[in-house]
């Protein structure tokens, strides 16, 4: 079992910037990937940013890229996503998820960004 907690959501300008985080704790162990996705009423949810936690391999989606950076801290289980140039489409629930190296995925609560002058 893995349990995740994010933070760092908030109400910011276009424009802004904002760094969510996400705590990871039980069977940290065998996660092998992790990731940070968005969601809006009535759509899918979306990929925006994963990284692996020992390589540190990072993949983007298109909206994502050039503004939005994925890292990682494993001697604190934290990985982060820095958000520049935020647009209000960006505007979405915000969620971490670890996957384990036996194909389960596991998903925080969701943090709430929201862009808007």
């Known amino acids: 079992q893995v349990q995740l907690v994010e933070s760092g959501g908030g109400l910011v300008q276009p424009g802004g910037s904002l760094t969510l985080s996400c705590v990871a704790s039980?069977?940290?162990?065998?996660?092998?990937?992790m990731g940070w996705y968005r969601q809006v009423p009535g759509k899918q949810r979306e990929v925006v940013a994963t990284?692996?936690?020992?390589?540190?391999?990072?993949d983007y989606a298109d909206s994502a890229k050039g503004r939005f950076t994925i890292s990682r801290d494993n001697a604190k289980n934290t990985f982060y996503l820095q958000m520049n140039s935020l647009k209000p489409e960006d505007t979405a629930v915000y969620y971490c998820r670890a996957r384990t190296a036996s194909i389960l995925d596991y998903w925080g609560q969701g943090t709430q960004v929201t862009v808007s002058s």
């Open positions: 039980g069977s940290i162990f065998s996660i092998y990937v």
């Open positions: 990284i692996t936690p020992r390589g540190g391999r990072t």
